[in-house]
């Protein structure tokens, strides 16, 4: 095909003309090769989710923390969780701990 004939077609004369260069050539740019390109974009919106995830995590964290210490306010339960957790005992008192062997390692 000649290059008149190419001059000719509907879809060379649009793709030719000025603006549409200069626009096409600007998209190719900021899509690939400026400073804030679209990869770039969707590297950082990746991370603001991952963000956003452990943002909720720790929420769930905190309500689950703050009803703890609410029920360590009770004394009872506060020194329930010191005989299990830390093996703390009154005077007089002997603690005996079991370990079965599947939970040893």
Excluded: P
């Amino acid at each position: 095909m000649k290059y008149s004939e190419l001059k000719k077609e509907k879809w060379f004369r649009f793709l030719s003309n000025k603006y549409v260069l200069v626009f096409l050539l600007f998209i190719i740019w900021m899509f690939f090769f400026d400073t804030n390109n679209w990869f770039i974009h969707d590297e950082l919106d990746s991370d603001i989710n991952a963000i956003e995830e452990n943002i909720d995590h720790y929420k769930e964290e905190i309500k689950q923390d703050k009803k703890f210490l609410e029920k360590m306010k009770d004394s009872t339960e506060l020194e329930k969780f010191a005989r299990e957790k830390y093996y703390l005992k009154r005077e007089n008192e002997d603690i005996y701990i079991i370990e079965h062997e599947d939970s040893i390692k």
